[in-house]
Antibody, heavy 119, light 113 residues
Framework: EVQLVESGGGLVQPGGSLRLSCVASGFTFSAYWMSWVRQAPGKGLEWVANIKQDGSEEYYVDSVKGRFTISRDNAKNSLYLQLNSLRAEDTAVYYC????????????WGQGTLVTVSS | DIVMTQSPDSLAVSLGERATINCKSSQSVLSSSNNKNYLAWYQQKPGQPPKLLIYWASTRESGVPDRFSGSGSGTDFTLTFTSLQAEDVAVYYCQHYYIHPPTFGPGTKVEIK
């Protein structure tokens, strides 16, 4: 059974940093592109970042470029998102999601971890 | 970036009735190389992550009831419930995955009338 379990969310002040983690199981982690998708409270879904199987390619939504960094450790079956220079508008549930075999749509999602940016 | 829009914003339907949600992309998501539409539909219930319902615009994900169907091509797509059930109360999102960045529609909230 595919499982994705996020952690690392919490309350942080504007300008602060957090590192989110996602541990994967039930599939060959190193074989799949992975993504982070976020959802602000009461709002819709927003794709945040993608990373290739070997970590050699990364893509970000414009609003987080230069502030967030996606990475992975295939030996640990883990995906990460480093969040720096956090803003109030980054407040959201952050989901880890796995690409399907044929494209960047998502059959597997974690339960999400809440990041709250507030003073 | 491709902008996704959905209509209506919300929908109230009687149990057992048919319902339709529309999704429109600002440019075509139909690939000429494989004749596939890079469009997915998700269902999200409160407090849960999204659940994939449909991909390639019309392919039902394994385990999804056949009362859900997707159609459309190019820039205009539809998610249809042939007979609404109580457990279908949720927000529904379309998403394109044709080019970077993938983007989601704003969502359509489906309620029971």
């Amino acid at each position: 059974e595919v499982q994705l379990v996020e952690s690392g969310g919490g309350l942080v002040q504007p300008g602060g940093s957090l590192r989110l983690s996602c541990v994967a199981s039930g599939f060959t982690f190193s074989a799949y592109w992975m993504s982070w998708v976020r959802q602000a409270p009461g709002k819709g879904l927003e794709w945040v970042a993608n990373i290739k199987q070997d970590g050699s390619e990364e893509y970000y939504v414009d609003s987080v470029k230069g502030r967030f960094t996606i990475s992975r450790d295939n030996a640990k079956n883990s995906l990460y998102l480093q969040l720096n220079s956090l803003r109030a508008e980054d407040t959201a549930v952050y989901y880890c999601a796995r690409w399907c075999d044929s494209g960047s749509y998502y059959a597997y999602w974690g339960q999400g971890t809440l990041v709250t940016v507030s003073s | 970036d491709i902008v996704m829009t959905q209509s209506p914003d919300s929908l109230a339907v009687s149990l057992g009735e048919r319902a339709t949600i529309n999704c429109k992309s600002s440019q075509s998501v139909l690939s000429s190389s494989n004749n596939k539409n890079y469009l997915a539909w998700y269902q999200q219930k409160p407090g849960q992550p999204p659940k994939l319902l449909i991909y390639w615009a019309s392919t039902r994900e394994s385990g999804v009831p056949d009362r859900f169907s997707g159609s459309g091509s190019g820039t205009d797509f539809t998610l249809t419930f042939t007979s609404l059930q109580a457990e279908d109360v949720a927000v529904y999102y379309c998403q394109h995955y044709y080019i970077h960045p993938p983007t989601f529609g704003p969502g359509t909230k489906v309620e029971i009338k």
